[in-house]
T-cell receptor, first 116, second 115 residues
């Protein structure tokens, strides 16, 4: 079985400050890890993914995430937050050793609020 | 390049009725997955279609069924609707089912309300 934990329901950051949204995962095989963002009444927008290779992954809109195998974490980061980054963020995992039949398992989401 | 589209945007059904939701995958994508997102929750995987066959399913009862067509568009059918089926239904498409091909792109969703 695979699971994702996003320990913070909400993260508040001042505009211009660095932000971190936390994610830890559990999967029996190789983890495929993803971050998505959701704006009100909208679908999910892809931000970035880790499949293999470098542990630091760069994605859309200046976001990046670091894969840490020993801590089973995949925290989302951005050096300087913008008010427009305010949204709901989801971390998701898939077992890459599962032969392709598994869907994504999502966390409950973290509301990111950037204060002007 | 056209993104993932879904129809209808919203609909309201009565308990016990049946509903069909539709999804057009992104150009070149042969895999479609469906997710249910209840209010305040993360999306939950319903099932996945790859090259017109269901090849993966989450923890949803058989009254949730689907189809994928030769052009890789897809339908989600739900029979005997229950109040708890009220949710945002998301469709996602990808180039394939393994490795980097599994980067999923989501449609805007269909908001289903069951009364």
């Amino acid at each position: 079985a695979q699971s994702v934990a996003q320990p913070e329901d909400q993260v508040n950051v001042a505009e211009g400050n660095p932000l971190t949204v936390k994610c830890t995962y559990s999967v029996s095989g190789n983890p495929y890890l993803f971050w998505y963002v959701q704006y009100p009444n909208r679908g999910l927008q892809f931000l970035l993914k880790y499949i293999t290779g470098d542990n630091l992954v760069k994605g859309s809109y200046g976001f990046e995430a670091e894969f840490n195998k020993s801590q089973t974490s995949f925290h989302l980061k951005k050096p300087s937050a913008l008010v427009s980054d305010s949204a709901l963020y989801f971390c998701a995992v898939r077992d890459g050793s599962g032969g392709g039949a598994d869907g994504l398992t999502f966390g409950k989401g973290t509301h990111l609020i950037i204060q002007p | 390049e056209t993104g993932v589209t879904q129809s209808p945007t919203h609909l309201i059904k009565t308990r016990g009725q049946q509903v069909t939701l539709r999804c057009s995958s992104q150009s070149g994508h042969n895999t479609v997955s469906w997710y249910q997102q209840a209010l305040g929750q993360g999306p939950q995987f319903i099932f996945q279609y790859y090259r017109e066959e269901e090849n993966g399913r989450g923890n949803f009862p058989p009254r949730f069924s689907g189809l994928q067509f030769p052009n890789y568009s897809s339908e989600l059918n739900v029979n005997a609707l229950e109040l708890d089926d009220s949710a945002l239904y998301l469709c996602a498409s990808s180039l394939g089912i393994t490795g980097s091909n599994y980067e999923q792109y989501f449609g805007p969703g269909t908001r289903l309300t069951v009364t």
